[in-house]
């Protein structure tokens, strides 16, 4: 859900028989609306909000991947109110490093995701005398972006072994959620294949008499999307030039919080040749750290031309803001050579609805 949250791309995957991982009341009422299956939601998430729990146990999702222990005790407050049983999975943290970059790291022990994984043992144990709770699942997710096979299969070592004592403890564990995390490439990066990626986990997990889910996020949209900007000028600075676009970091965020690298490609018409050069490409907004690229090398596009910015299917779109008051752009599905308008372009009108000037100080008082 997070990567990219649009209701027609949920309601694609939800047609395959996909499920999504939510981390927030929003995002559940996001996956009901888009007609996913609430046996197939699983709710991760270090900040979960009783309403938020409450709307999760009445939606009666499949688990709630419980990430602390005043969290356990409180879903089990909340299910209990409600005459309902929680089902749940504790998130542990397998202190596995991903080998990705530190924002994008969550299952270190310097993380603020996870419990960690020495307690959990005696957490299931004590999950085990809550009456609201059912502990059904096993959870980790240990960071995104990752272009390796071994952190993964080493995270899932470990919750093998934790899931056999827990099967000890007369703990009946029935899911085993692997989280999401793998890569795409975004310029260099060879990710494993996500077949080969299966076949490695499945190759773990035989004769465990387990139901596995995984919460693949940016390899299902990442290279799918393409986020299409307009040049509006061009300005040479004495020791940079800049391509000035109307995409900015409200936008896309990814270039300017991790220094992320997307590919950046004029839109042309044919085989038509221009001269190269290399620019910062920026957008409009009021901050230094509103770029797209630094020292690229591209085509030189002239005003009025476009600029495709390639893998922005995942964590664009979602992660974007109304920064400088700038309305958000539409989103298009392509379908072969079918296209539909599946978010309208923002107004100013979306940009203040809510807000209100109390009486008074519309009266100048
Ligand atoms: C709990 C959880 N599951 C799944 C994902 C998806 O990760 P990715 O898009 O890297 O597959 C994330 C991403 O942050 C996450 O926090």
Redesign the pocket.
Not at 179 to 183: P, T
């Given at each position: 859900m997070?990567?990219c949250s649009n209701l027609a791309v949920l309601r694609t995957f939800a047609n395959l028989g996909g499920g999504v991982?939510i981390?927030s009341g929003g995002e559940l009422f996001r996956a009901l609306r888009a007609g996913v299956a609430p046996s197939k939601i699983v709710y991760?998430?270090v900040g979960k909000k009783p309403l938020e729990m409450d709307y999760a146990l009445k939606a009666d999702i499949l688990m709630f991947?419980v990430e602390s222990e005043e969290e356990l005790q409180l879903l089990n407050q909340r299910a209990l109110a409600l005459g309902k049983k929680a089902r749940i999975a504790l998130?542990v943290n397998p202190d596995v490093d991903p080998l990705t970059h530190p924002y994008?790291s969550?299952g270190l022990k310097s993380n603020k995701?996870g419990i960690q994984i020495e307690r959990a043992r005696e957490i299931y144990l004590q999950a085990k005398q809550l009456p609201g709770l059912d502990s059904v699942g096993l959870d980790c997710?240990i960071?995104?972006?990752l272009t390796e096979l071994a952190p993964f299969l080493e995270a899932v070592s470990i919750l093998r072994k934790l899931l056999g004592n827990l099967r000890k403890d007369g703990v009946d564990i029935k899911y085993l959620d692997i989280?999401?995390?793998?890569?795409i490439p975004y310029d260099q990066e060879t990710p494993p294949a996500p077949g080969d990626y299966g076949a490695a986990v499945l190759d773990l997990v035989e004769n465990m008499d387990i139901t596995l889910i995984m919460?693949?996020?940016?390899?299902l949209v990442g290279n799918a999307g393409v986020m299409v900007t307009q040049v509006l000028y061009n300005k040479h600075g004495p020791e940079k030039s800049f391509v000035i676009v109307d995409a900015a970091m409200n936008d896309l965020i990814r270039p300017s919080l991790y220094r992320a690298y997307h590919s950046i490609i004029k839109v042309k018409k044919g085989n038509e040749q221009s001269s190269r050069i290399v620019a910062d490409i920026v957008g409009p907004i009021c901050e230094s750290s509103d770029f797209l690229a630094r020292g690229r090398e591209i085509d030189e596009p002239a005003p009025g031309e476009l600029l495709a910015v390639m893998s922005a299917g995942?964590?664009g779109f979602s992660m974007s803001s109304n920064y400088n008051s700038r309305p958000r752009c539409a989103e298009v599905l392509v379908d072969g050579s079918n296209y539909y308008l599946i978010r309208q372009r923002e107004t100013y009108e979306d940009l203040i609805r809510g807000e209100t000037i109390p009486g008074h100080i519309l009266e100048g008082k």
């Open positions: 997070k990567a991982d981390v991760s998430g991947n998130r994008i969550t995701f997710h960071g995104s972006q989280g999401g995390g793998l890569g919460e693949p996020g940016r390899v995942a964590y």
